[in-house]
């Protein structure tokens, strides 16, 4: 059981009989009153997002999650098929809702984090974890001009994905480059 001051972002509780993610909190001593945290929640269920208070008295039971590795597949029509690392016919579908706005920069082959919610002996996969940094390969972009590298500034590039980028003159079409999944900003050219 966590104390209301240990209910912090990036923690998963049980509430209203939901895992949920704390996506932020404050805590908050006011001169009259006991302290209180406040604190935002989404629900890794059906993703609707509130706030919440919790009092010097209340308690919040941790959600008991697992974390396993495995591999995403493909997509079709909307559905997101995955493996398991060690067993690869051992393939199962997660819902797009699941894996949230980063759907777009997921990848045959890549590996991925599932975290799993053991309800009552039955397992349910509540969210998936990307790598924060990932390789992709620039399928568009303008050509660069001579000298506009010196007032700094960037380019729109479209990634091998069909995700628009901002990217710095230098990078050309064919250019692999590391992209920040959870800002969606480019990192650094990989050398070639």
């Known amino acids: 059981m966590l104390e209301y001051s240990e209910i912090r972002a990036g923690k998963i509780i049980i509430y209203e009989n939901e895992p949920c993610d704390v996506l932020d909190n404050h805590v908050a001593r006011t001169q009259m009153r006991k302290p209180q945290n406040q604190v935002k929640l989404k629900s890794l269920l059906s993703g609707r997002t509130w706030n919440a208070t919790f009092h010097a008295a209340d308690k919040a039971e941790e959600a008991d999650i697992i974390k396993r590795d495995i591999k995403f597949l493909y997509a079709n029509k909307g559905e997101y098929w995955f493996c398991d690392l060690d067993d690869t016919s051992n393939r199962f579908k997660i819902e797009e809702k699941v894996i949230g706005e980063r759907v777009t920069y997921l990848k045959a082959d890549c590996k991925v984090t599932a975290m799993i ?72 050219r990989v050398s070639k």
């Open 117 to 188: 919610w053991d309800d009552d002996d039955e397992e349910k996969i509540i969210k998936v974890i990307l790598p924060v940094k990932m390789e992709f390969t620039i399928k568009e972009a303008p050509p660069s001009i001579r000298g506009n590298t010196a007032n700094g500034g960037g380019k729109v590039a479209i990634l091998e994905n069909g995700v628009k980028i901002q990217v710095p003159f230098f990078v050309e079409e064919g250019d692999k480059i590391v992209v920040n999944t959870e800002s969606g900003e480019y990192v650094e």
